[in-house]
């Protein structure tokens, strides 16, 4: 049934109704101090069971106190208890600022329980309201500062807005996005940063570091939004304006910024992580993180345990630590030696196949890299591709050849006379781990042979091209490195072929033709 015209109506009185309440306490409120009771009206309506109303009242919460802190209506310094008030001398006008930085501390409190509502818009009313609260303290400390600590912020509200976004029961990855919008303002990122270094320390902690895939997820989720400026000159937008040497001001430097960048991420990598997790940091750590640290050669234990996990995770790990090894003259002995133990059939169909080969091709991109070592990549991947997909080997073959085009001197295993004699043992040692000791150099790419004649057409032709002269330049295998198999059977059914006349005839019976003569009876 429809809802009838009573109810209706009675819908947009009630919506009309609390705008109305909400709008003309707030106005008496502002108006005379003499209504200031009205505050706890407006505050209730915070804790209401309609949305709208949470909303629409944290608007008005945000007006009334951001006019307050700029009329200097808020009580300064260490706030007394409330019961208090009664005794003792002090002022009406004294009495009324304490009362009201009661309700100002009220109005916080529920605000932040707000940001763990169900509704996303309450949730993102709140969030947005309390960072004018920031702004507004920062514009009027609520303490007096000592003569020490020159610059104000308010880092205990941003870090109590900091524990809610970082839930260990609800996923905030939503909420976070918004508040990225606020990691733009400088003096905000840097404090926030403080802020979640100093939470992870806690609550891991606390969990005597168990995996919390919730609370890490949302970690994950604030960092991966956390940007340093690449130029000191760049840190000029702050949210709280600094009267007193504000170039002197911590967060107005490069380096403290790049410091607490670096310390929030430790922090949070010295835990153990879901393995999902791993992937992710992994992917944007070479471009991402390690930029934007003092000292990125601190990220070895992280990359050192990532390794030992096994698998794609173990790849993309020393991808950072090759990274290390090349530009911050780090010593990591073995590099290639788990490089090459890294080689099985399951990298053919893991989900990150190209980043390996892509990944592969830098690490074998120096010429200076011993023959033995290159020949028993190229003998591993040789073996590896009898039983390959086709999809894997279109991308295989051609990065073998640029293997032995960047090394001469593994050309050997192309043209070794013994291999065109009469059959042998191979001398290459498959479960070798040492790439020194499996004796490479002295077998054959006999697999390649075999490829030659595969079943599926491009295959036989990629690997028939070893036969060949090596051309001048390398082959781009960048275009293929994302083939799969779906692509791969789309190219072959859109390529165009000949049409073949052909001339039969139809049989009438089974294992009889037409023309076939008759038995004589």
Request: glycine share 2%; aromatic share 10%; charged share 25%.
């Amino acid at each position: 049934m429809a809802p009838s015209t009573d109810s209706n109506v009675k819908d947009k009185n009630s919506q009309v109704s609390y705008k109305k309440d909400i709008n003309t306490k707030t106005g008496r409120i502002l108006q005379n101090k003499k209504h200031s009771n009205d505050i706890f009206d407006v505050i209730e309506y915070l804790q209401s069971e309609k949305d709208k109303e949470i909303i629409f009242a944290t608007d008005a919460c945000r007006r009334v106190f951001c006019q307050l802190f700029d009329r200097g209506d808020l009580y300064v310094g260490d706030l007394p208890q409330e019961e208090d008030l009664m005794s003792g001398d002090r002022g009406a006008e004294e009495k009324y600022r304490i009362f009201m930085r009661h309700r100002y501390n009220n109005c916080v409190e529920l605000l932040l329980e707000n940001m763990d509502h169900e509704a996303f818009q309450v949730k993102e009313a709140s969030l947005c309201a309390l960072m004018k609260f920031v702004a507004a303290e920062g514009r009027h400390p609520l303490q007096n500062l000592d003569l020490i600590e020159h610059y104000s912020f308010p880092r205990e509200l941003l870090r109590t807005l900091v524990e809610h976004l970082l839930s260990t029961k609800e996923d905030m990855s939503l909420l976070i996005s918004r508040f990225q919008e606020f990691l733009e303002m400088d003096d905000v990122r840097y404090y926030v940063m403080s802020s979640v270094r100093d939470n992870i320390y806690r609550v891991m902690g606390r969990n005597k570091k168990a995996v919390i895939p919730i609370y890490q997820n949302n970690v994950y989720t604030l960092l991966s939004t956390i940007n340093v400026p690449s130029q000191g000159s760049k840190l000029k937008h702050f949210l709280v304006k600094q009267a007193y040497n504000p170039e002197e001001w911590k967060a107005a430097k490069l380096k403290e910024h790049k410091r607490a960048f670096e310390q929030m991420w430790l922090q949070f990598l010295k835990f153990k992580l879901p393995s999902s997790m791993y992937k992710k940091i992994l992917v944007i750590l070479h471009e991402s993180i390690m930029p934007q640290m003092s000292d990125p050669s601190l990220l070895i234990d992280f990359l050192s345990a990532a390794y030992d996990i096994g698998g794609a995770i173990s790849l993309l790990a020393l991808n950072g630590l090759f990274i290390l090894i090349h530009k911050h003259n780090l010593d990591y002995p073995d590099f290639y030696k788990k490089l090459y133990s890294l080689l099985d059939p399951s990298i053919f169909h893991v989900k990150y196949r190209a980043r390996f080969f892509h990944l592969m091709n830098i690490f074998l991109s120096s010429t200076h890299l011993p023959a033995y070592l290159v020949a028993a990549f190229v003998k591993r991947f040789a073996r590896l591709s009898l039983t390959a997909p086709p999809t894997a080997l279109l991308i295989l073959l051609p990065f073998v050849c640029n293997l032995i085009h960047r090394h001469p001197s593994c050309r050997v295993l192309i043209h070794r006379p013994s291999a065109t004699e009469e059959p042998c043992d191979d001398p290459y040692v498959m479960e070798e781990e040492d790439p020194a000791q499996c004796h490479a150099l002295e077998s054959s790419l006999w697999e390649i042979k075999t490829l030659q004649k595969h079943y599926h057409p491009d295959v036989a032709k990629a690997a028939m091209k070893i036969n060949e002269p090596l051309t001048e330049q390398e082959e781009d295998i960048s275009e293929i490195l994302e083939l799969s198999t779906f692509e791969l059977m789309e190219r072959e059914l859109k390529a165009e072929r000949k049409t073949i006349p052909l001339e039969f005839d139809t049989a009438t019976e089974l294992l009889k033709s037409p023309r076939e003569p008759s038995r004589c009876r």
